[in-house]
């Protein structure tokens, strides 16, 4: 293992800085180690330097795969600028230009080879005839489906361990949760990679949520006291993006559309534009962002809610990465979950599309610290709550939990974790469905304690544990409960509970009801729709019971 001194002399020379980023240095270090490593860290956070460093010092070439071609590019750019001898091989080039490269891999003058997971089968002679000292595999969520960029192509990867099995391996994500990341190790064969979790925490980042009614207004109002401030607005369609850079231009903001279908010149010169400042606002599918490394990105919006945790905080991550304040805004409507339920339906591992959905929903509708919300799903647990959110700025009154919690929770505990949140609502009312009698439920101590609390109302209190880290979900086994480490707090130590009044909730929801039937009466119908199936699937009677269409038109 070379020397501290070394390490840190190799960061200024060739980087420029003079220290380590919160883990990168025990990173590097268990690389030198030899280990096999798993690195989680948001975008933003200097995960390239702990593979890149190592890189300049190990005998030989360190493979680095990457999925996008761009990207790639602009890496091997930088390195290159800094001194140091890097190079990609993807399916843009000419054949010369690859053998060329082959070659110079092969006379040891390259250090870092980038490379798409599609061409790796290109080189794999050239692979026998190099020393290879390390495997970085970036963006290594693409490897999963239940992450939220799948590459099938990456789903191969797999057998470089059994390939070069005494070569360390380190994968990178900036956006895992823990089934995922499972996934990812194990995929990649390196169950044991050392797991490196930075604070995915941004405390700069203000976190809100607003009906999404009369969005337009809403945007135009939002962006007064920002008349200059840069920020990236995404949307669900490509329709959706090129309407709004309209209206934003015709209110004289320098707005443009960025989207997969605009030709790739115009694409470039939009990105370009709005890295010189020269464009102000982007209004984007989630086509854009990926490598784009702008410091003054002062807010982000979602026109649309998005339709899963990672994918949000991806794209709100994208602002504020000076560290300085910047404003988030996620507008929820109904009709975009119905036509995010819509395509998860439609793609191939629906039942966790639908999960991570309604976990996207359930932030969006939360009474509680957003920013715990996150955090929590990222597996951080944070017990304070944020202050810089809308929650927490305007928050709802709120009652002593705890013996709801308990029951709850030892509910949970009961059922050895084994059952989703409507079995453990069934039990605690004392429900008689063939569902819990077949499994002997009904002899649990907690089985029908808590009847006085109507379904609706159970449903919210649990949904309100999870989001305070008490309870979590279990997407990648039919969203069973489980417990976390803060469970026990709760059932042991009497820990004290607050869980928002629902009384409240239900005066807050008419006033949105309210605001919508004003300007947006589909909405209004598409909501009340909603409720109606959602009513019906949890009494158990048929929609039409509840109100009719023709109330529905009133
Ligand atoms: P990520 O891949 O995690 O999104 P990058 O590797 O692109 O992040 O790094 C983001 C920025 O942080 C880059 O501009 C990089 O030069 C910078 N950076 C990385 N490590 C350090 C460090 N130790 N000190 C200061 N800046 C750093
Ligand atoms: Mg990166």
């Not at 008490?470 to 969203?479: D, G, V």
Request: proline residues 4%; hydrophobic residues 40%.
């Amino acid at each position: 293992m070379p020397e501290q001194l070394q390490i840190l002399s190799t960061l200024k020379e060739y980087f420029g800085y003079d220290r380590f980023r919160p883990l990168q240095q025990e990173i590097i270090d268990s690389i030198f180690d030899g280990q096999d490593n798993m690195v989680i860290m948001p975008t933003g956070g200097g995960k390239s330097m702990c593979f890149q460093l190592p890189a300049i010092l190990l005998p030989g070439i360190t493979l680095v795969i990457s999925p996008l071609i761009a990207l790639m590019k602009d890496q091997v750019d930088g390195l290159r600028a800094n001194g140091i001898k890097a190079a990609f091989v993807n399916s843009s080039q000419q054949e010369n230009e690859q053998q060329d490269i082959y070659q110079k891999l092969i006379d040891k003058e390259i250090k870092l080879l980038y490379i798409a997971p599609e061409s790796l089968s290109f080189i794999d002679t050239i692979l026998s005839q190099i020393e290879i000292s390390l495997i970085a595999i970036d963006e290594a969520h693409c490897i999963s489906s239940w992450g939220h960029d799948f590459r099938p192509a990456y789903t191969q990867l797999g057998y470089l361990k059994n390939r070069f099995p005494e070569i360390p391996i380190i994968a990178l994500t900036a956006t895992a949760d823990k089934a995922t990341r499972q996934d990812i190790c194990q995929q990649l064969n390196i169950p044991h990679a050392k797991q490196h979790v930075a604070s995915f925490d941004r405390t700069n980042l203000s976190l809100e949520v607003r009906p999404g009614n009369k969005r337009v207004e809403q945007i135009i109002d939002f962006l007064r006291d920002k008349p200059n401030d840069c920020g990236i607005i995404y949307c669900l369609s490509r329709k959706t993006t090129e309407m709004l850079a309209d209206k934003l231009q015709n209110s004289g903001y320098k707005a443009a559309a960025y989207h997969a279908g605009i030709d790739h010149l115009k694409r470039a010169a939009v990105q370009e534009g709005f890295i010189n400042d020269t464009i102000q606002i982007v209004c984007a599918t989630i086509a854009f962002g990926m490598g784009i490394d702008k410091s003054n990105v002062r807010w982000v919006i979602h026109y649309n809610l998005p339709k899963n945790i990672e994918g949000y905080y991806q794209e709100i991550g994208r602002s504020g990465r000076d560290g300085l304040p910047a404003d988030t805004l996620l507008f929820h409507s109904y009709a975009d979950v119905v036509q995010l339920q819509k395509f998860a339906n439609m793609s191939g591992n629906q039942e966790v599309q639908i999960a991570k959905l309604e976990r996207m929903k359930q932030y969006a509708d939360s009474l509680s610290c957003r920013r715990k919300i996150l955090l929590s799903y990222f597996g951080e647990l944070i017990t304070e709550d944020c202050g810089n959110c809308d929650v927490c700025k305007n928050p709802p009154s709120f009652i002593d939990g705890t013996i709801i919690a308990q029951k709850a929770l030892s509910t949970v505990a009961r059922v050895k974790e084994e059952e989703a949140i409507g079995t453990v609502i069934d039990i605690l009312r004392g429900a008689q469905n063939a569902a819990i009698l077949d499994k002997g439920y009904q002899k649990l101590k907690t089985y029908g304690i808590a009847a006085d609390i109507p379904w609706r109302d159970w449903q919210q209190y649990i949904i309100q544990l999870i989001n305070q880290g008490y309870l979590e979900i279990a997407f990648h086994l039919n969203n069973k409960l489980r417990l976390t480490a803060l469970s026990k707090k709760v059932l042991f130590d009497g820990q004290k509970i607050y869980l928002a009044n629902l009384k409240e909730f239900e005066k807050k929801k008419e006033v949105v009801t309210k605001q919508t039937n004003k300007g947006a009466a589909p909405d209004l119908f598409q909501k009340l729709r909603e409720l109606r199936l959602e009513l019906s699937r949890e009494a158990g009677i048929p929609a039409y019971q509840i109100f009719s269409d023709a109330t529905l038109k009133e």
